[in-house]
């Protein structure tokens, strides 16, 4: 019988609590919205509480999808580990050079402002 569950085996326990993020992360999570359920399963693993959903005047749909608040993001993984393991594979991790190049959003390893600081071009 355990066997049935061992696709469980990899997701991580809840945080015991929130912390902050201290330094400048190596990994970024970014949200794919297009793929998201909104069904906020990685809401609860993530150790920053940095995962929210986005506000409903954005799409106007039902059940939006979530976003991550960049600058409080630690990149530990756990979002996507979580959404990979339990739901629909929406959260990929991206280098943080990657993502600020891509997005023109500066991190910084202060947690404000919450989604970063835009990059002149």
Known sequence: MAQIYDHYKNIPDF???????????????????????????????CPVDCIEKVPREKYDIP???VQIRFNE???????????????????EMMPTNKFEEKYG??????????????IKS
């Open 15 to 45: 945080p015991e609590k929130i912390t902050e993020k201290k330094k400048k992360p190596k990994l970024m999570a970014v949200v794919n919205e297009g793929n998201c359920t909104g069904c906020e399963v990685c809401v609860p693993f």
């Open 63 to 65: 059940i939006p999808p």
């Open 105 to 118: 959003i500066g991190i910084t390893e202060s947690k404000h402002p919450a989604y970063g600081i835009p």
């Open 73 to 91: 993001c630690i990149g530990c993984q756990i979002c996507a580990r979580v959404c990979t393991q339990l739901t629909w594979d929406a959260i």
